[in-house]
């Protein structure tokens, strides 16, 4: 890590600092706008494909076009807003979601040292900026004036402050092997093998946790269409729609690298330091669109989740394993254990987890509570 | 990190500036909502005054802790409570309540002025893992503490909520 990368050094103030940061910027913001715009294409056209349909054809060659298209549309379209909604809170919103992925963007490690910032802390900031995505998604529910945006909004803050806990303590379990919160330097570690061979159940319990934060399907009733008409930004049109789709795409890459660099060895496995700069950025690229591929895979296969499942699976099983994953990392770490045993344990925590959920799919429903019992009365019995 | 010239001191005007407008949005705020709104951005201003301070761990705490959790709750409150949304009316204790702040304001500035304060040239910021041996090696005892009253206040709040209809449900299996 060179001395120039570190924001919260000395060269803060500089000018050259400065500038340097503002290309940066604007080069990501370039990078992330044509990678969401193709990420809105590659989602419609991979869930058609499962569900035996073309998906967009029309716009363009193979309908590669259709994203700029749609975006035209949208920023000609009116900025509607309702009358009851409170005009402040309802224009700021989309930005307060929009600020938050951003800047998490900023910190990721695209390549070695590749990236518009690295800090020492920066899987620490990432968290904290995450936290603010709530504040933005609860404004937009709030302001709108509007009980489906309200309901969406409930739904998306109860959501998301459950499975941030998850998701935070399965990043821990890594950092405790890591010993170091700077993404550059986890990546530089993992040049022999990714951290997922050595925490399987952590990277499950944060792929969970990932799509819960990011409203993807299975975990999509925040913006559920067919319960509460669209969730929280019900009431946007136009570019501040267009901001919403942009941040939660983003938010997806985003998320992604992230996990990527954490788990899978971001820019450096394999062969990253050796090979240069460009295999590194494929590698990085390469890895997270599989992680997205397998989200897009995930809705298309898996139905929605009802809210008292959704908690439950947050509180009773999620959390429970993460807390558990990380006392046998500090008892193997602190008493030197090899680090094959990291494997075993977590693999045999992995195993367990997909029993559990196996086990919930597969249950026949149950006469066990209230709702449960007055199932079972009005069940038709079989033909 | 010095503090000397002039990005650090625009950097702690601007920081100022944006933590006591919001501040003063917090109080005059007649909507609910909005003063959260404000408390939120004052929030993030401190944490930008930690930063300047080379604490940046601190700063970070703050963002998750303040914002995503305290923040966070009083929002859901909000949402929760009917008609809490409703506009402030005034209040008779208007008066009294900014002469009390005077005085508050007039002690703790009395006090930052007279304070000899200790000032070193060479300051190393404590890194993360100092940070986490002192809180698990000196400080143990306070924050086990903390963490058992924190986990009675968890337990506690569970117990206060449940409704009648649960325990039955409890009862039932």
Known sequence: ?383 | MALEGFGPAFAFWLLSAITLISAGGVMMARNLLHAVLFLIVTFIGVAGFFILLSAEFIAMAQVVIYVGAVAVLILFAILLTPRSARDNSETVWGAPAALLSIALAAVLIFVIHDTAWSETNSFQAPSVEDLGRALLSTWVLPFQLASVLLTAALIGAIMLVRSPEEEAEDALS
């Open chain 1, 1 to 383: 890590m060179s001395e120039v990368l570190n924001p919260f050094g000395s060269e803060i103030f500089g000018i050259w600092n400065w500038l340097d940061a503002i290309i940066r910027v604007v080069i990501m913001v370039t990078v992330m706008t044509v990678v969401v715009m193709y990420l809105i294409y590659g989602e419609r056209k991979i869930v058609a494909r499962f569900q035996q349909r073309l998906g967009p054809t029309r716009t363009g060659p193979a309908g590669l076009l259709q994203s700029f298209a749609d975006a035209l549309k949208l920023v000609g379209k009116e900025d509607l807003r309702p009358k009851r909604a409170d005009r402040w809170v309802f224009e700021f919103a989309p930005f307060a979601t929009f600020v938050p992925v951003f800047i998490t963007l900023s910190i990721l490690p695209f390549a070695q040292d590749w990236g518009v910032r690295n800090l020492p802390l920066g899987l620490f900031f990432m968290i904290s900026a995450l936290g603010l995505e709530i504040v933005g998604v609860m404004m937009a529910g709030l302001g709108s004036g509007n009980k489906f945006a309200l309901l969406g909004a409930v739904r998306a803050a109860a959501q998301m402050i459950s499975y941030e806990i998850p998701l935070v303590l399965s990043l821990l379990a890594v950092v405790m092997i890591a010993g170091t919160l700077d993404l550059n330097q986890m990546a530089l570690q993992q040049d022999r093998y990714p951290y997922v061979i050595l925490q399987p159940l952590a990277f499950l319990i944060f792929f969970t946790a990932m799509l819960s934060e990011l409203h993807r399907a299975p975990f999509d009733i925040p913006v559920a269409e067919s319960e509460i008409v669209g969730g929280y930004f019900v009431e946007y049109s136009g570019i501040r729609w267009s901001m919403f789709m942009l941040s939660e795409y983003a938010a997806m890459w985003g998320f992604s690298i992230f996990g990527a660099v954490v788990f899978l060895g971001g820019w450096q496995f394999p062969m990253g330091e050796d090979w240069g700069w460009g295999w590194q950025l494929a590698l990085t690229m390469g890895k997270s669109l599989a992680f997205i591929f397998v989200m897009l895979w995930v809705r298309a296969t898996v139905p929605r989740l009802r809210i008292d499942q959704l908690m439950s699976f947050c509180w009773k099983v999620l959390l429970p394993m993460s807390l558990v994953q990380i006392l046998a990392n500090g008892f193997i770490l602190v008493y030197g254990g090899p680090y094959w045993l990291l494997t075993l344990t977590s693999s045999l925590g992995a195993a367990v987890l997909v029993a559990i959920i196996m086990r919930q799919a597969f249950r026949r429903s149950s006469t066990k509570t209230l709702v449960g019992a007055y199932r079972t009365q009005l069940q038709v019995p079989a033909p």
